[in-house]
C-alpha cells in the first residue's frame, strides 16, 4: 500500500494556540471591528463570536454582511511579530513529522502569511509539500466542504488516501464525509463513530500502523 497524504490543521494541532495566540487574535479582530464598524468593545466581541459560531470564521461573516476587505482584515489581525511570542509547540514536532510516511499539507482557516510565518518559525516549512489558508480556499472556512475540496481538487488527491489530523470535531466530521481518514487531537476519553484514532499528542502518531 502506497504512503497516505497527511491534511494537518494548524492552530492546537500543529502548536498550541489556544495558550494564548488564539486570544491575541481574538483581541485584534475586536479592535478592528471597533474601529473599522464604529462600534463598541462589547458589541464586536459579540458579533465576532456570532460570526464565528454561525460561518466557522469571523471573516465569512464580516465579507458577507459589512463588506469588510478580507486581505486587510486578515492583514491587520494576524500581525506575526506580536504572536510569534505565545507560540508553543511540541519539542519533538520535527521529527514527528519527519517519521511519518508520505506527503504532508496543512490546511487551516487562517490566511496564508500566518501558515507560513508560522512553520518557518516552528522550523518545520520543510516538511510540509504545500499550505492552505483561506485564501486558497477560496474563503471557504473548514468544515465548508468546499474548502477541503479546493485543496483536494489543487492537489489531485483522491480523499480515500487521505488523514485528516484535527482538534476540531466538526472539521472532522467533514473530512470523513468526504472519505478522509481522521486523527483526532484531543485529551477527552470519548471517541465520536467519524474519528478512526484519538490521539493527546502529535508524538502519539508514531505509535499507529499507517
Given at each position: 500500500m502506497s504512503a497516505p497524504t497527511w491534511i494537518f490543521d494548524l492552530d492546537d494541532t500543529l502548536h498550541q494556540a489556544s495558550l494564548g495566540i488564539f486570544a491575541h487574535i481574538s483581541r485584534m479582530m475586536n479592535l478592528y471591528m471597533e474601529r473599522h464598524l464604529d462600534m463598541s468593545a462589547e458589541e464586536a466581541r459579540q458579533l465576532r463570536l456570532h460570526y464565528w459560531h454561525r460561518y466557522g470564521a469571523t471573516l465569512q461573516g464580516l465579507m458577507r454582511h459589512h463588506d469588510v476587505d478580507a486581505g486587510h482584515f486578515l492583514q491587520e489581525t494576524h500581525l506575526l511579530d506580536e504572536?510569534?511570542?505565545?507560540?508553543?509547540w511540541e519539542p519533538?514536532?520535527?521529527a514527528t513529522l519527519r517519521a511519518l510516511?508520505?506527503?504532508k499539507i496543512v490546511l487551516s482557516n487562517g490566511p496564508q502569511h500566518y501558515i507560513e510565518g508560522l512553520l518557518h518559525k516552528m522550523d518545520v516549512h520543510r516538511q510540509f509539500a504545500a499550505c492552505y489558508g483561506m485564501?486558497?480556499?477560496r474563503f471557504r472556512p473548514k468544515p465548508d466542504r468546499r474548502g477541503f475540496r479546493c485543496m483536494l481538487q489543487a492537489e489531485r488527491l483522491d480523499p480515500a488516501h487521505c488523514i485528516m489530523v484535527e482538534d476540531s470535531l466538526p472539521n472532522l466530521y467533514a473530512a470523513k464525509s468526504l472519505g478522509m481518514r481522521t486523527v483526532w487531537i484531543s485529551r477527552q476519553c470519548r471517541k465520536p463513530a467519524f474519528?478512526?484514532?484519538r490521539v493527546n499528542k502529535l508524538s502519539q502518531l508514531l505509535r499507529q500502523r499507517w
Amino acid at each position: 500500500m502506497s504512503a497516505p497524504t497527511w491534511i494537518f490543521d494548524l492552530d492546537d494541532t500543529l502548536h498550541q494556540a489556544s495558550l494564548g495566540i488564539f486570544a491575541h487574535i481574538s483581541r485584534m479582530m475586536n479592535l478592528y471591528m471597533e474601529r473599522h464598524l464604529d462600534m463598541s468593545a462589547e458589541e464586536a466581541r459579540q458579533l465576532r463570536l456570532h460570526y464565528w459560531h454561525r460561518y466557522g470564521a469571523t471573516l465569512q461573516g464580516l465579507m458577507r454582511h459589512h463588506d469588510v476587505d478580507a486581505g486587510h482584515f486578515l492583514q491587520e489581525t494576524h500581525l506575526l511579530d506580536e504572536l510569534y511570542r505565545w507560540l508553543v509547540w511540541e519539542p519533538s514536532l520535527t521529527a514527528t513529522l519527519r517519521a511519518l510516511p508520505g506527503r504532508k499539507i496543512v490546511l487551516s482557516n487562517g490566511p496564508q502569511h500566518y501558515i507560513e510565518g508560522l512553520l518557518h518559525k516552528m522550523d518545520v516549512h520543510r516538511q510540509f509539500a504545500a499550505c492552505y489558508g483561506m485564501e486558497k480556499m477560496r474563503f471557504r472556512p473548514k468544515p465548508d466542504r468546499r474548502g477541503f475540496r479546493c485543496m483536494l481538487q489543487a492537489e489531485r488527491l483522491d480523499p480515500a488516501h487521505c488523514i485528516m489530523v484535527e482538534d476540531s470535531l466538526p472539521n472532522l466530521y467533514a473530512a470523513k464525509s468526504l472519505g478522509m481518514r481522521t486523527v483526532w487531537i484531543s485529551r477527552q476519553c470519548r471517541k465520536p463513530a467519524f474519528v478512526d484514532v484519538r490521539v493527546n499528542k502529535l508524538s502519539q502518531l508514531l505509535r499507529q500502523r499507517w
